[in-house]
């Protein structure tokens, strides 16, 4: 397995691959791996010839009180892991290569970056969709894999895809549980043994709105916020709660009568430490 | 030579042509095209194999009080010329294909695009870049040409290659003039012969200034500015003048005392057709 720190490296190996025909599938992550991410990596194999997974804690798409300085990292790990399941190449470059003093283009992505994670973190998905544009641009992937767990972000670049002309085929992987259903997430490191099963309340919250919906047929929002509110409060009482929303799949549009074509999206601080979690209600 | 006009397939021929090795040249115009835009062409020819001409009028690079209607077009005239001059494809996409009912995707370049043109045609340079990113991924040239009489947006450009990591060569290619100087553009196509002969007085101011400052050595931006507005009113007494700028080369940046590494640039309306232009002071 190769790795490649520098842009230029990347760009020329990209371009050896492609001459010779073979298919590049990239798997953008920010590092310190979990199974979730390997997941991705496995898919990406699949679907090409050659797997690039590249390491980049991406500033522009954390604003400024948020947990970018202490963002884990592992890169040793994150190596080992990436050969394990399958990568090819390894791509980790540096921040002021990326992000060069007089940097000043960004992409950006309108409407539906405004709602749930964009409303809490306004500037989030135009670091996202520049750092993306950047990967393609010196990838240049014919598929690309991104998770489940970051819905709306999928999306958001899916759009971006579409919008840009990108000939990029974009594949979105299913979440990968913890054995108690939480969501693996980088940032599930950061609790304590006693919060990590208050952590629990997202998924919790999830399946029980999903019965509702499945099993009881119930469609009214406002009913089903209340109840997921009720678990996530029994589960951790100091739980914060940034939004429960049910939104069509594709266009992140809200809904008014829940079915199962939508899905359910949540955002709650845990012990200080920002979640998201989302399910389709099927 | 071929005529395109549908993305997807230009997508395709574009793969096929890169996949055999063979460079790609790209000249981004909006039609109605002249001697300078056949300069483009030629000049993408003796750098690349294959010389894609786009054609489209491009709207989102125009405010709405800006002339995107009565914008000239002559399709069946500029497929011919684009032949004459050596151009291999020419790619006419048709605008509901380029931009979409939901399209919500933007690329800006910041600082670089505030002044100039930019701040007295604000919207105008994401309308650019956001074209320009959609026809480098639709044909992934390897060298792009752009005339150096939109001189900020050739800067513009190149900065956002840079930023955005795309593998293509940037070439700015000399303003065409006529006889008399003024800059070739399809906007003279609105004056009537009497207004026509003034509209030299860009030429005329910027041949003054470049006289003044490296036969006299004035390098005073007021005394320069003063002098060509002056000259403008001579040839052009109902001339509007948006702006009279010195700038250093690369970064836009405004000069306090102008020398030889300067270029200035001028906007100006003459019976009611805005014209740019801008020279080098050497």
Redesign the interface.
């Given at each position: 397995m190769k790795i490649v720190r520098s842009?230029r490296r990347m760009?020329i190996l990209c371009?050896e691959i492609?001459?010779k025909?073979r298919k590049i599938g990239l798997v953008p992550t920010m590092g310190f791996l979990h199974e979730g991410h390997l997941s991705l990596i496995g898919r990406a194999g699949r679907l090409s010839d050659f797997v690039i997974t590249s390491i980049f804690v991406n500033p522009t798409q954390f604003s400024a009180d948020e947990d970018l300085a202490g963002y884990p990292r592992d890169e040793k790990k994150d190596i080992r892991d990436i050969e394990t399941a399958g990568g090819h190449i390894v791509f980790i470059p540096k921040t002021s290569a990326i992000y060069p003093e007089?940097?000043?283009?960004?992409?950006?992505?309108?409407?539906?970056t405004e709602s749930l994670e964009g409303a809490f973190r306004p500037t989030h998905f135009r670091g996202v969709?520049t750092i993306v544009?950047?990967l393609f641009?010196?990838t240049?992937p014919d598929v690309a894999v991104f998770g489940m767990k970051d819905y709306q972000q999928a999306m958001v670049i899916k759009?971006?895809i579409r919008?840009?002309?990108?000939?990029v085929r974009l594949v979105i992987a299913p979440t990968v549980r913890e054995k108690d259903g939480l969501a693996m997430s980088s940032r599930n490191s950061y609790f304590t043994p006693a919060q990590r099963k208050e952590a629990v309340c997202l998924y919790r919250a999830l399946e029980t709105a999903r019965t509702m919906v499945i099993k009881d047929g119930v469609g009214n929002v406002a009913v089903l916020q209340r109840k997921m509110k009720n678990v996530i409060k029994s589960i951790c009482p100091t739980a914060e709660i940034d939004y429960i929303a049910f939104t069509e799949f594709e266009t992140l549009r809200p809904v008014q009568k829940v079915s199962r074509k939508h899905v359910c999206s949540l955002a709650v601080r845990v012990h200080g430490v920002r979640l998201i979690d989302n399910m389709k209600m099927l």
């Open positions: 842009i760009q371009r492609a001459s025909g007089d940097y000043q283009t960004f992409v950006t992505v309108e409407k539906i969709t544009t950047k641009n010196i240049r759009k971006m919008d840009l002309d990108y000939p």
